[in-house]
């Protein structure tokens, strides 16, 4: 029970429509009920949505978009697939159509007849005629190299992942390595040793098949002197004579 000095002051004054005054209080009692209904309904879809999104998130996470055999057979890797990392060089170089033709009429297939280091010889010639500055020669030989290749021997530089090589050395001893291994080394080398002059082979052409020989293997490893003995060795006795 209130004192008179603690009732509200509004309750003391003298309201003239004191009939109406109870319906208006139980009206905004339940405006301000509706009011705190609506906020407590918002925070809890806030709420939900706000755990639903998490859910989703998590299952995302833990289960991948589900791909069809279709997408599995669909590209999904770099447009241009090159297994040579080109430098970047001094300048921008023209690569004239004129050069891919000339390299591209010199192309090693990896046939039996073929040799690697003749190949490389050709194309270091081919190069040097078209006038490249020192300083980019080694971005022109990656660029122009892949041209230079053709079947199983442009299959064998697909083989390598996309940019790994990164050098000219690289190429060139990946190159070597593979169509010249030490199968191949030892076989040359034995030739050498084993040189002899054919039943109707001049002297001159002797002497340059002698010479072709040693540019196939250039890591031979004979000296001077033990190649004219070897070259001596392998004449025929008349044209050791007639010399």
């Given amino acids: 029970m209130l004192l008179r000095g603690q009732v ?4 003391l004054e003298f309201d003239p429509e004191i009939e109406k005054t109870p319906r208006k209080n139980q009206s905004k009692n339940r405006e301000e009920k509706k009011k705190q209904g609506q906020t407590k309904g918002e ?6 949505s706000h755990n639903q999104t998490e ?7 833990q289960n991948p978009p589900r791909r069809t ?10 447009r ?25 009429t010199h192309q090693f297939t990896e046939m039996d007849q073929e040799d690697p280091y003749t190949h490389l ?26 041209f230079s290749l053709a079947s199983k021997a442009k299959e064998w530089l697909k083989s390598h992942s996309n940019q790994i090589l990164s050098s000219w050395n690289d190429v060139e001893e990946k190159f070597l390595h593979r169509f010249f291994p030490l199968s191949r080394y030892i076989k040359a080398k034995s ?10 082979e001049p002297f001159c052409e002797a002497w340059e098949h002698f010479k072709v020989m040693l540019r196939r293997c250039p890591n031979h490893g004979f000296e001077d002197i033990a190649q004219l003995n070897i070259f001596h060795n392998g004449l025929r006795l008349d044209t050791c004579w007639v010399q």
């Fill in 121 to 146: 010889s050709t194309f270091y010639e081919l190069v040097g005629t078209m006038g490249f500055e020192e300083n980019d020669i080694e971005s022109v030989y990656l660029r122009l190299f892949p």
């Fill in 43 to 48: 925070s809890s879809n806030t709420l939900n």
């Fill in 8 to 11: 509200p002051k509004d309750q």
């Fill in 191 to 200: 030739d050498i040793s084993t040189f002899r002059q054919g039943p109707d």
């Fill in 55 to 61: 859910f989703q998130m998590a299952e995302n996470t």
């Fill in 69 to 78: 055999l279709g997408d599995y057979a669909m590209q999904h890797g770099p």
């Fill in 80 to 104: 241009h697939f090159s297994s040579i990392a080109i430098p970047p060089a001094t300048k921008s170089l023209e690569m004239k159509p004129t050069f891919l033709s000339l390299i591209s």
